[in-house]
């Protein structure tokens, strides 16, 4: 087989963001080919747009997806030509003592955040015979790509495809953010700031697992209203002193979701928890930002703050997990799946996401 050429949506750090077609390869061993059926745009897709994380090299974007398998490389057991996939795009290597301990979204052997499949190579390459590069190992804002046999995890047949796009990551992070990373607890209370696709997903795993109350935080009213339909009991104006609310209103929260990415807001979350309450920063903020804590606060009244990769989630296990509670009706994912946009308005899609307009834009290649 030869390459086969596809239209992707490319960020190039010195032109920007832009239309082309590219060169796929074929799968080589340990990989899987796929024909893309829809791609959620994500803010981790617009961090690189916005230069909040630097990219060196010209990007396919894209990292939230779900389509068909086409072709498997040589030794692959896991998939076949046919089967409906969702993308992770974490894919762990499989072999280091993380990946070996249960705990791949910790994994240090994957070169998804190299932007690279696992052999250091893209499947990607220009007009000009150059390469582009996969974002996140996978540059999903495209009708073809190759990815690591760890990264496509096969869903039914029956899950509809944008709803699979959001499993790839917002749902995957957000649930996972409540079930894994906090393991929250029915009747613990929770607050969460932000709630674009990431946040949402937060407010959906704490209604899922009984959490109340459940205080949704956002500049954007549509937004909020989004989460009120999702399971929050309270609504608050960003503008507002939230952690003021949460203490006199809640004794102070048990769970505080960061969902943004911002060092002011996360600054803020300690003084919103209870004693023995946690922080949990799912938003990634711009490369090499700091922020501060009262630390004698922290250590006095036992407050934690975890970090969150990917929702805490093994991808080949909760991300099947999600399919099957959606599909039984647990998850209204309907809802989250916003604009559905062809490839080739994937700019308005980024003025979507930066405008808060709807819910998550789904681009269908
Ligand atoms: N931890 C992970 O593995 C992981 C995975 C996916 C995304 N992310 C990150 O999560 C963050 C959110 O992603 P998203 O796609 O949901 O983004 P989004 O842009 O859709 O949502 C962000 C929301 O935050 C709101 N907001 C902005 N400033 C605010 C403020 N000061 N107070 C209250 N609300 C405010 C916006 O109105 C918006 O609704 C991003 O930083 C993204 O990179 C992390
Ligand atoms: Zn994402
Ligand atoms: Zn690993």
């Known amino acids: 087989m030869s390459s086969q050429l596809t239209p992707a949506i490319v960020f190039d750090p010195v032109t920007g963001l832009d239309m082309r077609d590219v060169a796929v390869r074929p799968a080589g061993p340990g990989e899987v080919a796929i024909e893309v059926r829809a791609a959620g745009v994500c803010h981790s897709d617009l961090h690189i747009v916005s230069g909040d994380w630097p990219a060196d090299r010209p990007l396919v974007l894209g990292h939230e997806a779900a389509g068909v398998v086409t072709a498997t490389g040589p030794d692959i057991t896991s998939v076949q030509p046919g089967d409906h996939v969702v993308l992770s795009w974490f894919a762990p290597c499989r072999r280091c003592n993380r990946c070996a301990a249960g705990q791949a979204w910790l994994c240090t052997g994957t070169k998804a955040l190299a932007n690279t499949l ?111 339909r999702f399971g929050a009991t309270h609504t608050l104006d960003g503008a507002e002193d939230v952690a003021v609310w949460c203490q006199e209103h809640l004794g102070g929260a048990d769970y505080a979701f960061e969902a943004i990415g911002s060092p002011k807001v996360i600054e803020t979350l300690p003084r919103m928890l209870a004693p023995g309450g946690a922080a949990v920063l799912v938003g990634m903020t711009p490369t090499g930002s700091t922020g501060s804590f009262d630390l004698f606060d922290l250590a006095d009244q036992g407050k934690r703050i975890l970090g969150c990769n990917y929702g805490s989630s093994v991808g080949e296990v909760d991300i099947p997990k999600l399919a099957r509670l959606y599909l039984s009706g647990l998850l209204p994912l309907d809802e989250l799946v916003g604009r559905t946009r062809p490839l080739a308005e994937a700019a308005q899609a980024f003025a979507d996401l930066r405008s808060n307009t709807g819910a998550r834009t789904v681009l269908r290649p």
């Open 118 to 228: 696992p052999n250091g190579s893209t499947p990607f390459t220009g007009a000009d015979g150059a390469e582009v590069w996969p974002y996140l190992g996978l540059g999903a804002f495209t009708g073809r790509l190759v990815v690591p046999e760890s990264a496509a995890v096969r869903v039914p047949d029956e899950l509809p495809f944008d709803i699979g796009a959001l499993l790839g990551c917002s749902v995957t992070t957000g649930v996972g953010a409540v079930m894994n990373t906090a393991d929250v607890r029915p009747g613990q209370s929770a607050v969460v700031i932000g709630t674009g696709g990431v946040g949402l997903s937060v407010v959906m795993g704490l209604r899922l697992l009984g959490a109340d109350p459940i205080v949704a935080v956002d500049l954007s009213a549509e937004r909020l209203a989004l989460a009120r």
